[in-house]
């Protein structure tokens, strides 16, 4: 949405400004009250939100790539020491840099909110770009039943290689909400993270229990209106706004990712060079997983 100055992202774009958010490398010289050490390989923590779990602490305009503030596809970038997260042990720089936004997103979305994911729970996640794959990892570690939808029947073999338990094509099942019931016997599932926004929203909420949580993580479709008085009031549901992450939603996601060896999705690798082609491709939300730029 920065890069193609989408009206949707609420924050404006600086002409010229450096993109991406996400990143992962080697500390090459630190400060004198640095708690980093030179040789020390670590994530990047994109945003101002470095404490606890309040939402009123994230500020949009202070995000790496977004606004005024200079991004990450940079050869060599200076940053805050509590703008830092060691790097999972078990991955490669490619595979860490796709961790924060997506992963964090995924993590409060799913372990942060009112509803907090654990075994025996069941999830819907929407198709398979990097939010909705990495739902589903976590989910599936934390011991959920994972329900995916996509309109690719590809896509969807690729998500139960992944441990989604059922799939749902939204193409051929246009009314997937009703399929969700039957998977679940009439109960709905517990948590549903919605990327569509308004055009999913109405039907994620026919998918969750009495009671159940939508997270909403995006907004691929466009605006309309839609009246959710009725399902929140009388069934109880919850439609939470997940906005961004916190530096320990990071760490969090690091713990996870450790202990289950889990290992993020990469669609397609880039040199530096080819970074325009990289931009080219994910703005064709064809792929599955992240695309990665190496610098």
């Known amino acids: ?23 992962a490398g080697t500390i090459i010289a630190v400060g004198q009250d640095s708690k980093w050490c030179v040789g020390d390989k670590v994530v990047l923590h994109p945003n101002a939100w470095v404490d606890g779990s309040d939402v009123r602490d994230f500020e949009l305009d202070k995000v790496f790539g977004g606004g005024d503030v ?9 940053v805050r020491d509590e703008g830092l997260v060691r790097m999972p042990k078990n991955l490669g720089f490619e595979e860490a840099a796709c961790l924060p936004t997506a992963g964090g997103t995924a993590v409060n ?15 819907l996640v929407q198709g398979t770009g990097g939010v909705s794959v990495a739902a589903l990892q976590l989910a599936v570690a934390a011991g959920a039943t994972v329900i995916a939808t996509s309109s690719s029947d590809e896509k969807l073999h690729f998500a139960k290689s992944l441990g989604a338990m059922h799939t749902i ?11 969700v019931q ?46 959710l008085v009725p399902a929140l009031l009388f069934s109880g549901k919850i439609a939470r706004g997940v906005l961004a992450f916190s530096k320990p939603m990071i760490e969090e996601l690091v713990r996870l990712v450790e202990i289950h060896d889990l290992h993020p999705v990469i ?8 970074a325009k082609q990289a931009f080219e491709l994910m703005l064709n939300q064809t792929e599955i997983g992240k695309i990665v730029i190496k610098v």
Not at 267 to 274: G, L, P
């Open 182 to 227: 039957r998977l679940t016997s009439g109960k709905g599932v517990d948590h549903v993270v919605d990327v569509g926004g308004a055009g999913t929203i109405e039907q994620s909420l026919q998918s969750v229990r009495q009671g159940g949580l939508v997270s909403v993580v995006g907004v691929l479709s466009p605006s309309k209106a839609t009246d």
């Open 169 to 179: 094509n939204y193409r051929t099942t246009p009314d997937w909400a009703a399929q």
């Open 267 to 274: 669609a397609k690798s880039f040199e530096w060079k080819d």
């Open 70 to 78: 200079q991004g990450t596809l940079v050869q060599w970038k200076v």
């Open 109 to 123: 979305a799913l372990f942060f909110g009112p509803v907090r994911v654990r075994e025996g729970m069941s999830v």
């Open 1 to 23: 949405m920065v890069v193609s100055h989408s009206p949707a992202y609420p924050v404006s774009t600086t002409p010229g400004l450096t993109p991406c958010s996400d990143g």
